[in-house]
């Protein structure tokens, strides 16, 4: 490997371009609260706005009538259950599970926003956990 790609401040505004890019391609009805993630202060701040991303992402959900139970397919990353036959995940406790990680697979478009969320949160120079200036 080469200096300049082990180089971790030119990876980390990569990275860094990388979520912002997913934002900007992201769903218009999430865009612009995708877009506020960077303006979180305290992890309780990036915690209610993780809320109000999930919940805005499971208005967006369509339902998928299999004949057992409601069911939607993430609408972000187009992922469903891994169950056979189940045509999505269980709506919305299924789809909340995917959005939030906590399941085996977390959806990859709200992993990269939560990271900006994250990084917004250390880079305010506020402490994380109250939000007040350090």
């Known amino acids: 490997m080469t200096r300049r790609a082990m180089d971790?401040?030119?990876?980390?505004?990569?990275l860094y371009v990388a979520r912002r890019t997913i934002v900007e391609i992201s769903p218009e009805p999430v865009r612009d609260l995708f877009r506020s993630a960077i303006?979180?202060?305290?992890?309780r701040?990036?915690?209610?706005?993780?809320r109000r991303a999930i919940d805005a992402v499971l208005v967006m959900a369509e339902p998928v009538d299999n004949?057992?139970?409601?069911?939607?397919?993430?609408?972000l990353c187009g992922r469903g259950s891994s169950a056979p036959y189940s045509g999505g995940f269980v709506y919305p406790e299924g789809l909340t599970r995917h959005l939030e990680g906590r399941s085996a697979r977390r959806c990859p478009v709200m992993e990269q926003v939560w990271g900006l969320c994250i990084d917004a949160v250390w880079a305010s120079g506020n402490d994380p956990r109250s939000g007040t200036p350090l």
Request: proline fraction near 7%; glycine fraction near 8%; hydrophobic fraction near 30%.
């Open 8 to 14: 971790p401040e030119r990876l980390e505004r990569e």
């Open 39 to 43: 303006l979180c202060g305290s992890i």
């Open 45 to 50: 701040e990036a915690t209610d706005w993780e």
């Open 67 to 75: 004949g057992l139970a409601d069911h939607a397919y993430c609408p």
